[in-house]
Every structure is written in C-alpha cells, then in structure tokens.
C-alpha cells in the first residue's frame, strides 16, 4: 500500500525528505502536453514519462499551469479514492491563488472551482450529486434509444444521398447537441451557443469568452425553467428535495453539458475511427468479428474520450509511488494512460469494464450507461444505414484538435455508395421547451402529461406532487427533405423540432 501520510514536523524544519525532486511541480516546468507533439502522439509522450518518471510525472497543462500527472493505474485509483488526502475543491490551487497560474489562462475555465458536485466532495457532494443522479435516473433507455435513432436517421439523411461525409460536423457533432439539448429542455437558439462554448472550453481557445457565453447561456436555461418547467432534467433537478438555488444550478449544468457533448462526440468518433482501421472491424463493418459493444470498450480502453481530467488537489504535502506532492498542486489523472499501463498487461479487454474512461471513486461519471447508450446506438444506426461506409483518407492523416485534456479528432472523412431514402422515418415523440406565456399556479398547461397524449421521457414513473407539467411536441409526418450541410446549429434543432 502506498503511503498517503504526511510526517508530522515542527514548524519550519522541513526535512530533507520532502524536498521536491527536480522536475516536480513545486519546481515549475514539466513535460508540456500543449504542442504538436502531444497531439499528434500522446502515447509515445506517456511512455517517455514512464520511463523517465514512473507512474507520475511533472507536466504543463498550458504554459504556466503546472500539475502532476497520474500514469499509472493504481496511483491513479489511490488519487480517485483516497478523498481524505486528495480533494476536487478547487479553491485548493494554489497556482491559480498566487498569482503563477493567469486568471484568462485557458486552463481556468476547466479547472477553476465552481459549486457544483465535480468541484465538491463530503455531505456537499453527496447533495448535489443526489439531485444529478436522480434526476438523470428519471429518463426511460427505451425512450432514450428510440430518440437517438431518430436523431441519427434524421442527421444520415442529411448526407446518405452525397457519398462522402464528415462525420465529425454531419454526424457526431450534432448527435449529442440534439440529444441533450431535448433531455435538457435547451431552446434550439441557446442550444447553438452553448456547444460552441464548451467545444471552446475543451480546446482552450478564448477561455474568457468561452467561460462567459457558457454561463449567459446556462443562466438564461435556468430563468426559463423556473418560470415554464417541462418534462425534462433541467426541471427534474430544480424540484429535487435537495432545494438548488439558481448558482448551484448553473454549475450544475456547466458539468452535465460539458460532460455530456464534447466526450459523447469524441466516444462516438473515436468508436468509428477503430471500426473503419482496425483489421478486425474494418474488414466488414455490417458484420464484424466483434460487435459494437465490445469496439466501445476497446475505445475507452485504449482512446478514451476524455485522456486526462479528474483534477485533485492535496490537501498537504504528501507522498504517493514514491513522489511528493505538494499541498494545492493539481494532480490530474491521465485515464488514456492508466488504462494502458503495462502493468495491466495480459488482462483480456473484451467485456472488461475495469477501465477508468468514467473515472472511479465518488465522483464517477454518474450519466455513463447513457453515455454508452448514445454512442452505441449512433454507431449501429450509421453502419445498419451505411454498410460500405470506408475511411475517406489514410489513418495516418486524420487530424487530431490539440489541447491537454481530450482526445478529440479534428474531422473524419467517409466516402461510401449514395443511398437514396425511401421510407420516411417518424416524427420524434420529444418534448419542447413551453411557448413563454404566463402561467397559473396549480393549472395544467396545453399539451402536459396531465393532457390528453402526453409524453414524457420517463413514461413509466409514477406521479409525484413535485412534478412539474410536462410539455410536448405535436407530432409531424413526412421524413427529410434537406440535403445540404447546415450552416448552424440551430438552424439544424429547428429543423428536428418541425419549425
């Protein structure tokens, strides 16, 4: 077991002991993971850091922005779930307090405390999570699949008659805004907004006008859902017992979405990156040697969606693999890395969920079996359409979206045989946003789950008083008739939504 005491010393008499090795944080510098190297191959740059380091080692995040980052599997698994030592309250960071890390460095929005459960630990985060995990604990998987292979069908018939496509902007980009946005109740105009924000967030270009739109746009989300709550989790969470006022809202959603768009794009991508290049998937995708399931796990296994995240501060000087760290350092862990640290060698990956793609401890990803929902059904929908789909250029030229955190590919061309569609798909059976209008206490609006032909995401939940009336959407035939690719995203929530 790896020691995670901290000897107790007389005031200052610090022993020779502590002092931080070279190459530590409390030095500054470090590997940097912002170049085009670190891009182009993160993992020759984690097994230098391994060989030269061990299973943690001195990184810059951006320049300035200092941190240990966690390689190995156990010493990352020792940071997740050793909360009395390491914490996720961010007011801990001491880089950021003195003044060496810059308020509009792209690190900040990231990284910086905000009161929700990600940023929380104890009775705090048990509260706010309890509102997060129940809320999302509300939405039917039925309802959930049956939308996403709307939404998929609806975005292939966008392209299926061009025999090329992105799939990164025509496919998996939009896939997740749509979803989210109905789950959420996110207006078509806002819902535009805030993905281009959090795609800025994840990038770390413009971090202070990525930080400020996120937050206009949640805060206008939250004041409509105070006034006109639907059947959605936004308004799930603002009746939960656990009281959150509008600030513990917002930062709430900051975590959701963010974690809930850009990961989900990149789960999805990365899945049909291995499908079309690896030898045992590409060879024929409609029937593949091993199902989409199991090309899921390979990905979170080998290509996670987000490669290094979960920032833990110490809350003193501390030792862990035979590393001091010091008191308020960040301490991010690498799951690209651990997942793949030699050590776990000879473990047998299909079926094996062992992985930390969704973290691990009390702050594991509370939203993972829909996540994997959503990547599993987009896969299949596309490759049950488009059966010859085949990369569009050589693996080695894909492009991949520098930054620190995730694992994100710039664009992935496909060409395949046009197809034509004939049967046109159905209408989704979701729910609006309700028409701003004034509302009477205790009246049932038009078209809510006490009206006639209600439906909900959660059909099968029984009532309760702390229910909000359910807005829905009028069903609308006729399938698509758009072929061009959509200038903005909002044009395109318009569009699903039948405005």
């Known amino acids: ?149 709307r939404v998929a069908d609806r975005l292939i018939d966008t392209f299926a008659g061009r025999g090329d496509a992105d799939l990164v902007a025509d496919y998996a980009r939009p896939l997740p805004l749509l979803i989210f946005n109905e789950l959420f109740g996110c207006p078509a105009h806002l819902g535009d907004r805030l993905v281009r924000g959090m795609a800025a967030m994840f990038d770390g270009t413009d971090p202070e006008w990525a930080d400020q739109e996120v937050t206009d746009v949640l805060l206008q989300l939250v004041a409509l859902k105070r006034a006109f709550p639907g059947s959605d989790v936004t308004s799930w969470m603002m009746a939960h017992q656990a009281a959150l006022n509008d600030e513990e809202m917002l930062h709430q959603l900051v975590v959701l979405m963010g974690a809930g768009t850009e990961p989900e794009l990149n789960l999805i991508c990365n899945s049909l990156r291995l499908l079309l290049t690896d030898d045992r998937f590409a060879g024929d995708l409609a029937g593949g040697s091993l199902p989409v399931e199991d090309a899921l796990d390979e990905v979170l296994w080998t290509d996670p969606p987000v490669a290094n995240f979960a920032v833990h501060f110490p809350v003193r000087d501390v030792e862990l693999a035979g590393h001091l760290l010091p008191e308020g350092e960040p301490v991010v862990i690498s799951f690209a890395a651990a997942n793949n640290d030699p050590a776990l060698e000879g473990s ?138 959509w200038p903005r995203w909002s044009s395109l929530v318009a569009w699903w939504r039948g405005r």
């Open 1 to 149: 077991m790896n020691d995670l005491s901290s000897p107790d010393l007389p005031p200052g008499l610090p022993s020779a002991d502590l002092t931080p090795p070279p190459g530590c944080p409390a030095h500054r510098g470090g590997t940097p993971l912002y170049g085009q190297e670190f891009t182009e191959n993160p993992t020759a740059v984690y097994a230098r850091l391994r060989a030269t380091e061990g299973p943690l080692a001195a990184v810059e995040l951006y320049p300035g922005v200092t941190a240990t980052l966690a390689l190995g599997y156990q010493a990352a698994l020792d940071v997740l779930r050793t909360t009395e030592t390491f914490t996720k309250d961010a007011r801990r960071w001491k880089g950021l307090a003195d003044g060496r890390v810059a308020p509009d460095s792209p690190a900040v929005p990231m990284m910086a405390f905000r009161p929700n459960c990600f940023f929380a630990d104890g009775e705090r985060h048990e509260r706010l999570r309890g509102a997060v995990t129940d809320s999302l604990d509300r939405i039917d998987p039925h309802a959930l699949r049956g939308q996403v292979e």
């Open 348 to 485: 047998s990956r299909t079926g094996n969920r062992a992985h930390l793609a969704w973290s691990a401890g009390p702050h594991a990803c509370p939203a993972q079996g829909h996540a994997r929902l959503i990547a599993t059904v987009a896969v299949e929908r596309l490759l049950d359409r488009l059966p010859d789909l085949e990369l569009g250029v050589k693996p080695d030229e894909l492009v991949w979206r520098p930054g620190p955190f995730h694992r994100a590919l710039a664009a992935l061309p496909v060409r395949f045989p046009p197809v034509t569609m004939t049967t046109p798909h159905l209408a989704p059976a979701v729910l609006t946003p309700v028409v701003p209008v004034p509302a009477v206490p205790g009246s049932v609006l038009p078209g809510s789950a006490d009206a006639s032909g209600g439906r909900t995401w959660n059909p099968t939940a029984a009532p309760s008083g702390s229910t909000p009336a359910v807005p829905t959407s009028t069903a609308r035939p006729g399938g698509s008739t758009r072929t061009g690719r």
